[in-house]
């Protein structure tokens, strides 16, 4: 897997995360983040199932996402 740096979150306070990548390969997103903690917002999502996490980005990175190509 190849990935390509897209972005980190500019105004992130460690300068670390959330980071967004693309696999070169098959187009896909790679997603660092923070992972939901909320419990009601978990609650919502509903059963996450094991190996997979559902992680919070900042609106503000839309701007590093890629064009969908059609």
Same mark, same amino acid.
């Given at each position: 897997?190849?990935?390509?740096?897209?972005?980190?979150?500019?105004?992130?306070?460690?300068?670390? %995360? *959330?980071?967004?990548?693309?696999?070169?390969?098959? $187009?896909?997103?790679?997603?660092?983040?923070?992972?939901?903690?909320?419990?009601? !917002?978990? !609650?919502?999502?509903?059963?996450?199932? %094991? $190996? /997979? !996490?559902?992680?919070?980005?900042?609106?503000?990175?839309?701007?590093?996402? *890629? /064009? !969908? /190509?059609?």
């Amino acid at each position: 897997m190849m990935l390509r740096f897209l972005g980190k979150d500019p105004d992130s306070p460690s300068g670390g %995360s *959330p980071t967004l990548w693309q696999d070169q390969d098959t $187009g896909d997103l790679i997603v660092q983040g923070y992972t939901l903690t909320d419990p009601v !917002a978990v !609650a919502e999502v509903g059963d996450i199932p %094991s $190996g /997979e !996490a559902v992680v919070r980005i900042p609106l503000r990175m839309l701007q590093f996402l *890629p /064009e !969908a /190509e059609q």
